[in-house]
């Protein structure tokens, strides 16, 4: 994809990202999984420092030759030498409608400042991790589960993933399989990972929204909860504000406090995009 406006070569982009205080990174890696969800990766900068679950602005140039930034979870783990972002395609959208169109080679815009509250240090400890995500809403958690750390700090992990149409389910050959077939994941997870798929509509083995399977009990069940470990679980929440604004209350209802950086509680949350 030519970074647009005036087909602006490396150099140029390169002096815009100095001037705005970004980073200029290339494209290594690009993967459609449905018309509308999309991957890609890109070489990670020296100087390039994050926590798991953070988010950072990402971006390409834009109409007005100004950078075009959007919040974007990263997806890879903090030792992973590249980034890896999960992409919606929103056809109308200001950044997305150009986003999708990346090519291995291109180059795009990257924040210097990630931050966000989906980190280990934002929550108690406990026993279980239990990482809620609806489309998009996975990226955060697919840094999180490779994070060694997390598993030095919680015996179990699990990680749910709802979405209107099963195909929508990307990453569910990796958190199936391939993770488990991993030489330094497949030991650590075996027996302590859970990936728990669901979908709202079409065919799938598993229906219905996460919020309903947890409130009437079939989650659960499902996973084994045993009474005395429901005071030890922690929860992370990524989705549209109305379901992490339902989840939040139904985990409140439950007891669960809402952590921050600050202030660890027993769940925390952020939006996996404004709207
Ligand atoms: C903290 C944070 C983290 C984010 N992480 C990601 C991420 O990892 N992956 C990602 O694709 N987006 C993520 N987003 C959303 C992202 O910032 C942009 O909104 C998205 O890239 C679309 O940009 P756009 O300019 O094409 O459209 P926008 O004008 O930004 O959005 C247009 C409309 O599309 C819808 N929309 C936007 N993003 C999504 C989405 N992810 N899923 C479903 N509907 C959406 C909303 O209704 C929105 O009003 C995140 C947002 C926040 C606040």
Known sequence: MSNELHDMDQAGLQAVADDKGLHLAKVTWVHHWTAGLFSFRIERPSTFRFRSGEFIMIGLLGANGRPLMRAYSIASPSWEEHLEFFSVKVEEGALTSRLQHLKEGDHIFLGKKPTGTL?????????????????????????????????????????????????????????????????????????????????????????????????????????????????????????????????????????????????????????????
């Open 119 to 275: 980190v280990l240090d934002a929550l108690l400890p406990g026993k279980t991790l239990c990482m809620v995500g609806t489309g998009t809403g996975l990226a955060p958690f697919l840094s999180v589960l490779r994070d060694p750390e997390t598993h030095e700090k919680f015996e179990k992990i699990i990680v749910t993933h709802t979405v209107r149409q099963a195909e929508e389910l990307a990453y569910r050959q990796f958190l199936e399989e391939e993770i488990r077939a991993d030489e330094i994941f497949g030991e650590m997870l075996k027996d302590r990972f859970t990936y728990y798929p669901t979908v709202t509509r079409g065919e799938f083995h598993r229906k219905g929204r996460i919020t309903d399977l947890i409130r009437d009990g079939i989650f659960r069940n499902e996973v084994g909860v045993v009474e005395e470990d429901r005071g030890s679980f922690r929860f992370m929440l990524c989705g549209s504000m109305a379901f992490n604004k339902d989840m939040g209350a139904l985990l409140e209802s439950n007891g669960l406090v809402e952590g921050s950086n600050s202030e660890p509680g027993t769940y925390v949350m952020e939006r996996a995009f404004v709207g």
